[in-house]
């Protein structure tokens, strides 16, 4: 059965250190995998999506890295900003492609 | 603007005590799901729509019903809700038949049953 784990579960650094949050998994049969942001309150929102013929993805500040044989990925931020604190998940989907896999989150602060 | 919208955001109720949470989107989605999400368990899928009139289940659908009699709304049924279906619940929607695309999320739906 598909694991998702994510490490640290918490994470603290000051503003404008660029930092390195990790994913793996443990079946690299994976349709895709998808990185998500979740601020308190609200819903999760959508920041990058590999799909499982990438190796990584870019979105402004971010940037994201799959190695499916190993079965990891990494999510990079760069610059950070008080504004990125929030609590990062990364998914992967089933190998039906019906459902995502969650991880249960690193929790990310940073201080001004 | 586009969204997905969940109904209620916040409901306190008691035990056997049927209730329905809605879930409808404005971006002509075909796939629709269900996820709850609970402290050291993270998300888990309760039920899911390809497209309407399909439904099925996810990993936890024990204690839960689903409907898709339209393509925009997916309600989340608890005929007899009990305490472990305390939980806050989170309703995603796709373009595209399935989850190899970006997943549009509501804001959630806290549930508390006592």
């Known amino acids: 059965k598909q694991e998702v784990t994510q490490i640290p579960a918490a994470l603290s650094v000051p503003e404008g250190e660029n930092l390195v949050l990790n994913c793996s998994f443990t079946?690299?049969?994976?349709?895709?995998l998808q990185w998500f942001r979740q601020d308190p309150g609200k819903g999760l929102t959508s920041l990058l999506l590999?799909?499982?013929?990438?190796r990584e993805q870019t979105s402004g500040r971010l940037n994201a890295s799959l190695d499916k044989s190993s079965g990891r990925s990494t999510l990079y931020i760069a610059a950070s900003q008080p504004g990125d604190s929030a609590t990062y998940l990364c998914a992967v989907s089933n190998q039906a492609g019906t459902a995502l896999i969650f991880g249960k989150g690193t929790t990310l602060s940073v201080s001004s | 603007e586009a969204q997905v919208t969940q109904n209620p955001r916040y409901l306190i109720t008691v035990t056997g005590k049927k209730l329905t949470v809605t879930c409808s989107q404005n971006?002509?989605?075909?796939?629709m799901s269900w996820y709850r999400q609970d402290p050291g368990l993270g998300l888990r899928q309760i039920y899911y729509?390809?497209?309407?009139?399909?439904?099925d289940k996810g990993d936890v659908p024990e204690g839960y019903k689903v409907s898709r009699k339209e393509k925009r709304n997916f309600p989340l049924i608890l005929e007899s809700p009990s305490p472990n279906q305390t939980s806050l619940y989170f309703c995603?929607?796709?373009?595209?038949?399935?989850?190899?695309?970006?997943?549009?999320f509501g804001d959630g739906t806290r549930l508390s049953i006592l």
């Open positions: 729509s390809m497209n309407v009139e399909v439904t």
């Open positions: 995603a929607s796709s373009l595209l038949t399935g989850v190899d695309q970006p997943q549009h």
């Open positions: 590999i799909q499982s013929s990438q």
């Open positions: 079946d690299s049969a994976i349709y895709n």
């Open positions: 971006m002509n989605h075909e796939y």
